[in-house]
């Protein structure tokens, strides 16, 4: 079971997470959209890289502006392991999927897919055919994109969509260390992802990672899988 955590701001707290079982980290490379006390420059992106892989966990670069140049850009300058689009009106598509590859063929590509009815469904089939993964996530966060809401929905539908497409799927919104368990048995995803229930919120959208929370979440997350054979 993969476990993702977001959003990781410093080079510290990325090397706690990462120690504290996490598989893929996530952060917010310098860009246009996004909350200003999450954006991680791009010097520490590098340092925070360089730690990944010395420890085999994937670096994602969460992409919360809406200018598919500057989601290339940022994709061409970093390579990351995966870029996820994150933001409110721009969403991959086939273009945007081939160009990707010839700028960082290395990189996966990873779609946000917004779970408030069961239309979600259709829309995550329609992602399916040229994307690498899937995320599924709650809400709108206030001036952002989908996600770091704190919430959950409705997990028969993200069961649905595990069901329909090849993509692999990854689960958020509202996950923390009480409900991972119970996700991973109703939905059956390839990864689960936390933000809200695994941070220190503070004044002005700066965030810390929860570390004691991290490794809860990690080990509940890892216990649901093994006794589902997963
Ligand atoms: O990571 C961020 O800073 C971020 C900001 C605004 C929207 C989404 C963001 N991250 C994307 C994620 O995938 C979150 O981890 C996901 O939405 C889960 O959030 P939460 O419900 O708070 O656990």
């Not at 399916?128 to 929905?153: E, K, Q, R």
């Amino acid at each position: 079971m993969i476990k993702q955590l977001y959003s990781i701001i410093r080079l510290e707290e990325a090397i706690q997470t990462m120690e504290a079982g996490a598989d893929n980290i996530g952060l917010v490379p310098m860009q246009k959209g996004g909350v200003p006390a999450h954006r991680v420059p791009l010097y520490r992106v590098d340092q925070i890289f360089d730690e990944c892989k010395k420890r085999n966990v994937n670096l994602v670069a969460i992409m919360l502006t809406n200018d598919p140049e500057e989601m290339l850009d940022l994709a061409r300058r970093i390579q990351p392991n995966i870029l996820h689009i994150a933001g409110d009106e721009y969403a991959a598509d086939e273009e945007f999927a081939r160009r990707l590859k010839e700028v960082a063929p290395h990189t996966a590509l990873m779609q946000a897919v917004l779970v408030d009815n069961h239309s979600a469904v259709e829309r995550a089939k329609k992602f399916d055919p040229f994307v690498d993964y899937i995320l599924l996530d709650s809400g709108l966060a206030p001036d952002t994109g989908i996600g770091a809401s704190g919430l959950t929905h409705d997990w028969s539908i993200d069961a649905e969509i595990v069901r329909s497409v090849k993509a692999r799927v990854i689960e958020a919104g509202g996950m923390g260390p009480d409900n991972v368990a119970e996700a991973i048995r109703q939905i059956r995803p390839y990864g689960v992802d936390s933000l809200t229930k695994t941070s220190f919120k503070y004044d002005g959208g700066d965030m810390e990672k929860n570390i004691p929370a991290v490794k809860a979440f990690c080990e509940n997350a890892d216990k649901a899988a093994r006794e589902l054979g997963l």
